[in-house]
């Protein structure tokens, strides 16, 4: 089915990029030059090289190329960088097809206001069912996922069958469910302001039935994920959501009153229903996270000698799961460690040191770009606000994700992938929105100004 999606999203996303915006031409200079650099690399990595190219860039990978051809009497004289020259193909074009959705995606939602929000509504609808399915799994083991034969523990899955995904996805959205609460909230404050609300002495009551309906459906809807988090007993997942809390409560645009009010609020009513599904199990999982960490320490360490081997090529994305028996001693003779358990280190292994660095060097300097724009933000008025929110929430989303990476691998499933070229889409289309208006206000401010001068 994946390949399925990505030849649509080639096809059909691609042509409608291309044929139907200038934009894409006009501005081509524009265009980060990194990721197409990268699709390039990983297409150069799943290529037929001769072997005396591979024997120069890559020694270890040609001595084993040398090794098969002397004992099963093959005469490979043309082999791809990669371990697995088809897996790698295939990633190149899915990175190529994430690259084309996030363009579709940003030039749809930046000139269609209506489908800016209805993409809010459809991760709102994946995250209510996600989250009321996992903690549905979590009360009755039974149910398991539906449509595969796996069997799974007590605990929260969704619809995927590794837990600590299911809670980087959820990680992904529940910030938006946060942002979206305070949105409409904060829509009823500016009417409040212009006349339409009560007296400031109004009691919490009279607080709560004056808010919108959106925004305590959508509040409920964030402590319903948060709770489904919780209960995937995702330890990773767990200490990324407090990271993504502590990301919205400092960048919300709103009073730390508000916000420490709204935090107590979020805290207290998922530590109410936790309680009753039981916080203890997740109180137990932490208990184990010595023995987790030096598992994972000894992955990490064991590793180090295949990225000292391919440490200026990689061995090709995917192909850690083929070298990882010859690599990995120790471990039992029937456990196959097929990731690393750390994105971050993977990709240096998989990509080599120089590619790997530049592209962690272009993911900090990204988002600290769009840190500075979100806070450089000058916003008035209702629709601004809200703008600058959904900004600041889908940022903090992405936050957790690659947080997440520094101890899962979370990152290989393709939905996740997606949903975070999706927040970007949203941050990046909302920030433009906001200072598109700033700029236009200047220079009407500028035009005035000179107007005045000349008369």
Same mark, same amino acid.
């Given at each position: 089915?994946?390949?399925?999606?990505?030849?649509?999203?080639?096809?059909?996303?691609?042509?409608?990029?291309?044929?139907?915006?200038?934009?894409?031409?006009?501005?081509?200079?524009?265009?980060?030059?990194?990721?197409?650099?990268?699709?390039? @690399?990983? #297409? =150069?990595?799943? &290529?037929?090289?001769?072997?005396?190219?591979?024997?120069?860039?890559?020694?270890?990978? +040609?001595?084993?190329?040398?090794?098969?051809?002397?004992?099963?009497?093959?005469?490979?004289?043309?082999?791809?960088?990669?371990?697995?020259?088809?897996a790698g193909m295939f990633k190149a074009i899915f990175v190529l097809a994430l690259l084309v959705y996030y363009y579709s995606l940003k030039k749809v939602i930046s000139t269609d206001e209506h489908a800016y929000?209805?993409?809010?509504? *459809?991760?709102?609808?994946?995250? $209510?069912?996600?989250?009321? @399915?996992?903690?549905?799994?979590?009360?009755?083991?039974?149910?398991?996922?539906?449509?595969?034969?796996?069997?799974?523990?007590?605990?929260? @899955?969704?619809?995927?069958?590794?837990?600590?995904? @299911? $809670?980087?996805?959820?990680?992904?959205?529940?910030?938006?469910?946060?942002?979206?609460?305070?949105?409409?909230?904060?829509?009823?404050?500016?009417?409040?302001?212009?006349?339409?609300?009560?007296?400031?002495?109004?009691?919490? #009551?009279?607080?709560?039935?004056?808010?919108?309906?959106?925004?305590?459906?959508? $509040?409920? /809807?964030?402590?319903?994920?948060?709770? %489904?988090?919780?209960?995937?007993?995702?330890?990773?997942?767990?200490?990324?959501?407090?990271?993504?809390?502590?990301?919205?409560?400092?960048?919300?645009?709103?009073?730390?009153?508000?916000?420490?009010?709204?935090?107590?609020?979020?805290?207290?009513?998922?530590? %109410?229903?936790?309680?009753?599904?039981?916080?203890?199990?997740?109180?137990?999982?932490?208990?184990?996270?010595?023995?987790?960490?030096?598992?994972?320490?000894?992955?990490?360490?064991?590793?180090?000698?295949?990225?000292?081997?391919?440490?200026?090529?990689?061995?090709?994305?995917?192909?850690?799961?083929?070298?990882?028996?010859?690599?990995?001693?120790?471990?039992?003779?029937?456990?196959?460690?097929?990731? &690393?358990?750390?994105?971050?280190?993977?990709?240096?292994?998989?990509?080599?040191?120089?590619?790997?660095?530049?592209?962690? *060097?272009?993911?900090?300097?990204?988002?600290?770009?769009?840190?500075?724009?979100?806070? +450089?933000?000058?916003?008035?008025?209702?629709?601004?606000? +809200?703008?600058?929110?959904?900004?600041?929430?889908?940022?903090?989303?992405?936050?957790?994700? =690659?947080?997440?990476?520094?101890?899962?691998?979370?990152?290989?499933?393709?939905?996740?992938?997606?949903?975070?070229?999706?927040?970007?889409? /949203? *941050?990046?289309?909302?920030?433009?929105?906001?200072?598109?208006?700033?700029?236009s206000t200047d220079r009407s401010a500028a035009n005035g100004e000179i107007s005045q001068a000349v008369g």
């Open positions: 089915m994946l390949g399925l999606y990505v030849f649509v999203i080639l096809i059909c996303l691609g042509g409608w990029l291309l044929l139907n915006t200038n934009e894409f031409f006009d501005h081509v200079s524009f265009l980060p030059v990194l990721p197409v650099l990268l699709v390039g @690399y990983l #297409f =150069l990595q799943a &290529v037929p090289l001769p072997l005396g190219l591979i024997d120069f860039l890559s020694p270890v990978r +040609a001595e084993r190329v040398g090794m098969v051809n002397e004992l099963a009497g093959t005469g490979q004289h043309y082999v791809s960088l990669s371990e697995s020259g088809i929000s209805m993409l809010f509504y *459809c991760l709102m609808i994946v995250g $209510a069912i996600e989250a009321l @399915y996992g903690l549905l799994q979590f009360v009755n083991p039974a149910i398991g996922i539906l449509w595969l034969k796996v069997t799974t523990g007590r605990a929260a @899955y969704g619809t995927i069958i590794y837990k600590n995904q @299911y $809670a980087s996805l959820l990680n992904m959205i529940w910030p938006l469910a946060v942002g979206g609460a305070a949105m409409f909230f904060s829509g009823r404050k500016g009417k409040r302001r212009q006349g339409e609300g009560r007296k400031k002495s109004q009691d919490i #009551f009279q607080k709560v039935s004056s808010t919108r309906p959106q925004a305590l459906l959508l $509040a409920v /809807l964030s402590i319903m994920i948060a709770l %489904a988090v919780l209960f995937s007993l995702s330890r990773g997942g767990i200490l990324s959501m407090v990271l993504v809390g502590l990301c919205l409560i400092i960048m919300m645009p709103f009073t730390m009153k508000s916000k420490l009010l709204a935090l107590l609020a979020f805290v207290l009513l998922t530590g %109410a229903y936790g309680s009753m599904m039981g916080l203890d199990t997740i109180m137990s999982r932490f208990d184990t996270i010595g023995a987790s960490k030096a598992a994972r320490l000894d992955i990490y360490t064991a590793s180090l000698p295949l990225m000292a081997d391919h440490w200026l090529t990689g061995i090709g994305l995917g192909s850690y799961t083929l070298l990882s028996p010859v690599y990995l001693k120790g471990f039992g003779e029937i456990l196959h460690v097929d990731r &690393v358990h750390n994105e971050y280190l993977e990709l240096v292994i998989e990509l080599g040191i120089p590619v790997a660095s530049l592209l962690f *060097c272009w993911l900090a300097w990204g988002m600290g770009k769009l840190l500075k724009r979100i806070l +450089a933000l000058r916003v008035e008025g209702e629709s601004q606000v +809200a703008k600058r929110i959904m900004a600041t929430a889908s940022f903090c989303g992405i936050i957790g994700f =690659l947080a997440h990476g520094l101890i899962d691998f979370g990152w290989r499933l393709p939905a996740n992938v997606f949903f975070a070229m999706t927040l970007l889409a /949203l *941050c990046v289309a909302s920030l433009e929105s906001i200072e598109g208006k700033d700029s």
